[in-house]
């Protein structure tokens, strides 16, 4: 089966995770020819092959290196532009890009700019006739962000939802901050009707009942990893069908799950009347396509053909898009 060609639905895709190393490369290139930057080599940073990046080898990756190398307007389009491009070729049709809205003071650059540069992205990519791609963005809460950071995400998505803003997302360190808190700002989301989609138990320190419980009262439509949950919080989940990005390669690469990706909760999951979205994360740190996802899956718990086709197509009833954008899938995903 050719999985590039397959028509695919991707709903859970970091904006700075998913840029390749040759476009971080390239950018370096430039920079360094103007002077502009002394920090290393992202091939040296990142060397190629190199995927165990665990759950403390990852977050500073972007802290220390990704957001100091794109730092700039021009960057920013370079990233934005290499990151759809990849997507399209690899046969995706729909994708949900998320991203924390980043201000870099150092380049005059607040907020605002920056989702309107990504919004801007996306909009031209959308329109162009070449592109059988339709690209919505979710705006992210991080963790380690207080209350009126979190407010000012959803305030943001809000206003900038008539341009293709579809949903709010809560991700980041998962061994950092306190959940709870956020509590204001998810009711804010819900009363506005933006939907939200969650990081949800993915590794055992944010995966206490207490945590798990208070993430379902913020009424998430979807949550993603969804990877150490106990029995009574998986029957609620299932009770609601909530949609699950599940993302193989990531687990198996940061070592989230035990085992190989045989061992991946995608088996439980499966056939529990939950939407599943098939998710790359981070493409650009763990190296594995959409289409190498399915595959894995296909090869690992035995899908044929039609089994791929109907996991593919189940992602649709779990975007955030317009029922527009869900009758169009409906039409060009493979049966
Ligand atoms: P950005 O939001 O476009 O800057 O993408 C990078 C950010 O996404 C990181 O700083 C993390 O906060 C978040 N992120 C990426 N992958 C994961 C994940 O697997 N779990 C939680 N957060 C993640
Ligand atoms: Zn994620």
Redesign the pocket.
Known sequence: MDFVALPKVELHA????SISRECLHDIWLQKKARGETTLEDPLIEMPAGKFDYDLET??PL??KYI?ELCNDLPSLIQTTNSVLSTFSSDGVAYLEL???P?AIPSANITKDDYIQTILSCIAAANSSPASKMKTNLIL?I?RRNNLPTAVEVVFLALKYRSQGVVAIDL????AVGDVSIFAPAFKQAREANLPITI?FA?SPASSTPEELWCLLEYMPQRIG?VINVPDDVKEEIVKRKLGLEL?LS?NVHAKMITGTYGDHHFGWWRGKGCPIALST??VGVFGSSLSNEYRLIAEHFNLNRADICELARSAIDTIFGTEEDKQRLRGVMWK
Do not use: V
Not at 14 to 17: E, I, K, M, P, V
Not at 171 to 174: A, Q, R, S, V
């Open positions: 970091h904006l700075s995770g990852f977050f972007f802290s957001y998320r991203t924390t980043r992210s991080d991700c980041g360190d998962p990081h993915e990893h993302c990531c994360d981070d």
